[in-house]
């Protein structure tokens, strides 16, 4: 802000994930998620952010969210950061803003590489077949196809999208309703 003056486009991409069962998970445990993923990050774009781009008449926020089936707190919090989303966007579409978020599915990244290590080979490869086969595209995405939707939607070219949740997963969700995260080994 000091360097330039204005902001033109925040990714808020705040959050992790534990798995848990809704009826075994503890408040703890569950006040940690929600905290990470929905309080840590949305009362700042609240307070800091959208009032600045308000003012300046223009800004694209994008929230970084992901649909996680057997992560309850996490899904229950990205959810609401998506509904926050959509809500805010339109609130904000007649003062210049765009709001939106996006949701990857199947992503490889490093802490999956890393989760994946505690595997053997074996059930890394029966994972990886399972992911191929699930997936329309036939494989998982990287990194880069999330950062991919994210220029978009910070970009001109999404000039006219507002309040939406776009999902990048290959396909999946257009096959089975949901990402489907769930129900694999991630």
Partial sequence: MAQRGRIGVLVNNVGGTKTGDPG????EAWD?????NLKDGVPQLQNAVLPVMA?????????QCLDRGLAVAHASAKAAVIHFSQITGVMYANRGLRV??????????????????????E?????????????????????FDVAHAVVFLASQASRYIIGQNLIVDGGLTGLTGSTGMGHSRL
């Fill in 32 to 36: 940690a998620q929600i905290r990470l």
């Fill in 123 to 143: 059930d890394r490869e029966i994972h990886r077949k399972i992911t191929q086969h699930k997936v329309p595209q036939g494989s998982m995405g990287d990194a």
């Fill in 24 to 27: 075994t998970m503890t408040e």
């Fill in 100 to 121: 939106n978020s996006v949701s990857p599915g199947m992503v490889y990244t490093p802490l999956l590489e890393m989760l994946g290590n505690s595997e053997s080979p």
């Fill in 55 to 63: 003012q300046q008449g223009s800004g694209t926020v994008i929230q």
